[in-house]
Every structure is written in C-alpha cells, then in structure tokens.
T-cell receptor
Framework: AQSVTQLDSQVPVFEEAPVELRCNYS??????LFWYVQYPNQGLQLLLK??????LVKGINGFEAEFNKSQTSFHLRKPSVHISDTAEYFC????????????FGSGTRLLVRP | GAGVSQSPSNKVTEKGKDVELRCDPI?????LYWYRQSLGQGLEFLIY????????KSGLPSDRFSAERTGGSVSTLTIQRTQQEDSAVYLC???????????FGPGTRLTVT
C-alpha cells in the first residue's frame, strides 16, 4: 500500500519569488510519482511525472521536481511564480505493481500575491 | 482532440434518491478510473476499468456504489439511496493501455440535501 503526505496545506508567496511544495511518500513497492494542478472549478491537469531515468523532472509552466529515493520525497519547485500559478497542487503515487490507481496527497494551496 | 467529458456538471438530489453520473473517456483510451474529491477525505480512488478485464472495485466505499462500462467506452457511476456524506466532486480519468498517465475530466459536483 502507498500513502502520500503533503505537510503544507497552504503556501503563500509573492509574485516572482521561488517556491517549493513538499511531498513525501511511503510504499512497500517502487512507485511512479506525479504532480497534478487543479484550478478553481476544474479537473486535474498533469504537471509532471517521474517514471524512470533522471531524478530531476521538468514539467509544464516552468515547474520541476526531484525524486529522492533515500528521503522518499518528490518536492515540486518553481524559480519564479506568477499570479496565474495560484491553484491547488496534488502529489500522487502509483505502485509499480500494475495497480495503476493513483494515491493522492491532501493537496497544497499555492497562493501567489502581487 | 476532445478530452474526458462528464455529465452532469452539477447534480443536486434529495437524500435517499439514486443518481447516475456519466463519463466519456478520450477516444482510444482503454483504461477508465473514477475518483471522489471531498472536503473530509480528499481525493480517493473508487474504481478502475481496463479493457475487458474485471474492474478493480477496491475503492468503492459501500455497496450503494456501483459502476459499469459499456462497450469499453462510456462509464456510469451509480449511487443508490444517496446520503449526505456522498456529497463530493466525482472525477473521471482515462489513460492508454499500460500508461500511468491519466487524463481527468472536469468532474460532477454532487450535492445531497
């Protein structure tokens, strides 16, 4: 079984500042890792994913994340945020046991202020 | 191309009534998933269909919940005898066979009064 922890329920940041959203996971099997973004009243959009290979993954909208197996983390970062990045961000895992279902964290609301 | 679509976008129902929620996956996607997003429980997996294989129903919260997928395409999630705790946004996603990348629909917001 897998679980995901997003310790920060809300992260306020000023426009053009850097941001890091934290994600830690636990699993008895190897996992694939994902970050999704949800804008108000919309569904989930995939930001980036780690399946294999380089542990530094780049996604859409200038976001990137780094898989750290020893720390079981997959933190999301952006060097300079925009007002339009205000949204809810979800970290998710899927076990490499062909179950395919996503296990989500509780989400982090990123609030970008001018 | 067209994404995952869900209908209705909003549904208000009285406690005890049955409801049906519909999902149209992306054409060619053989895998289909239902998730529930609620304030108390966050995002939870409900059920997963893959082609003609038996569905993974391990996330369904009670026997009042059921889902079917006709012709390997459209799926319907049915909730019988709705309760107030069923109020949530129900999200559908689809993916290509063997892919871990899921594409989500806009969701159906269910309110049980």
């Amino acid at each position: 079984a897998q679980s995901v922890t997003q310790l920060d329920s809300q992260v306020p940041v000023f426009e053009e500042a850097p941001v890091e959203l934290r994600c830690n996971y636990s699993s008895s099997v190897s996992v694939y890792l994902f970050w999704y973004v949800q804008y108000p009243n919309q569904g989930l959009q995939l930001l980036l994913k780690y399946l294999s290979g380089s542990t530094l993954v780049k996604g859409i909208n200038g976001f990137e994340a780094e898989f750290n197996k020893s720390q079981t983390s997959f933190h999301l970062r952006k060097p300079s945020v925009h007002i339009s990045d205000t949204a809810e961000y979800f970290c998710a895992v899927s076990g490499m046991d062909s179950s395919y279902k996503l296990i989500f964290g509780s989400g982090t609301r990123l609030l970008v202020r001018p | 191309g067209a994404g995952v679509s869900q209908s209705p976008s909003n549904k208000v129902t009285e406690k005890g009534k049955d409801v049906e929620l519909r999902c149209d996956p992306i054409s060619g996607h053989t895998a289909l998933y239902w998730y529930r997003q609620s304030l108390g429980q966050g995002l939870e997996f409900l059920i997963y269909f893959q082609g003609n294989s038996a569905p993974d129903k391990s996330g369904l919260p009670s026997d009042r919940f059921s889902a079917e997928r006709t012709g390997g395409s459209v799926s319907t999630l049915t909730i019988q005898r709705t309760q107030q705790e069923d109020s949530a946004v129900y999200l559908c996603a689809s993916s290509l066979f063997g892919s871990y990348e899921q594409y989500f629909g806009p969701g159906t917001r269910l309110t049980v009064t």
